[in-house]
């Protein structure tokens, strides 16, 4: 049995893999499965993959684009999910931001510099015509650091996955002002290159099971109360993001590498664009 480590963050895209840990598919293939969840998001695991804490992460592709770009010896296996993130922009529900536009030159909160919620707030800022220069931000660590900093003033606005931050919404913590699309698909499987190296067989059956599943997902009877129960959800949220979110059985393409690169570049978030067989396998 072949110990495997792989992370992601505790959202309802990943529940694919759980269903396949769960249901034995990986074990009949010998294969020992170990999910960590990483709520502090892709900062954090990239920084897991650098110091090779974990084999495997399911992770946003811009936060592994700008890290492999940076240095990080970790490789892009597979697209895992080929729509975008939905990143909706939220503040505090007592907080006088009526709209996107009074957001401009406050502060962002943000999981990890080199996070998703970090490098979508300067897509986000340049959609909107602001001056990047005067982004300024608070490091929170994670969706409830966030709600602090919110409250307490620390910040003025976060960025997370919609249907994620969704609850806080429908309790009066957050208001939600808007949402701001990735340009991109959102999730890859991201691994560290001695891993891939070492172990090319077990990753075409890590990748068959799990394309096996992602393929099938929608087409499970009652997968979207499962959702809904699992994360906390209301089913008509579920339901609405089911049809919105594509999975992928295929690698991530060289022309949207490079429009990621080149978004990042543009944006000063990155030195150097690098050639892609230096970030997918």
């Not at 393409?253 to 030195?271: A, G, R």
């Amino acid at each position: 049995m072949k110990t495997v480590k792989i992370i992601g963050v505790p959202e309802h895209f990943n529940l694919p893999w759980h269903l396949a840990i769960d249901e034995g598919a990986f074990r009949e293939r010998g294969i020992d499965l170990v999910w960590t969840d990483v709520p502090e998001g892709t900062g954090r695991m990239c920084s897991l993959l650098m110091d090779n804490e974990a084999d495997l992460a399911i992770i946003l592709t811009e936060g592994i684009v700008k890290s492999i770009t940076e240095g990080n010896t970790a490789k892009i296996i597979q697209e895992f999910i080929a729509s975008p993130l939905l990143w909706g922009i939220h503040v505090d529900t007592n907080s006088s931001f009526k709209n996107l536009k009074d957001l401009e030159n406050t502060t962002a909160a943000i999981s990890r510099f080199g996070s998703g919620s970090h490098l979508m707030a300067y897509v986000h800022a340049k959609q909107m015509g602001w001056d990047l220069e005067n982004l300024k931000f608070n490091l929170v660590n994670n969706l409830e650091g966030a709600v602090q900093s919110l409250s307490t003033g620390n910040a003025d606005y976060f960025m997370w996955e919609r249907f994620t931050t969704k609850p806080l919404v429908d309790g009066g913590i957050f208001r939600h002002l808007g949402d701001c699309p990735t340009p991109w698909p959102c999730f890859v499987l991201a691994g560290t290159t001695s891993f891939i190296a070492e172990n090319e067989n077990l990753i075409a059956h890590i990748r068959e099971i799990i394309n096996t599943y992602t393929v099938e997902f929608k087409q499970i009877p009652s997968i979207d109360r499962t959702l809904a129960h699992r994360y906390k959800q209301k089913l008509e949220d579920i339901q609405q993001w089911l049809q919105l979110t594509q999975w992928s059985q295929k690698q991530l393409s060289e022309h949207t590498l490079f429009k990621v690169q080149d978004t990042l570049n543009e944006l000063n978030l990155i030195d150097q664009i690098i050639p892609a067989d230096h970030i997918l396998t």
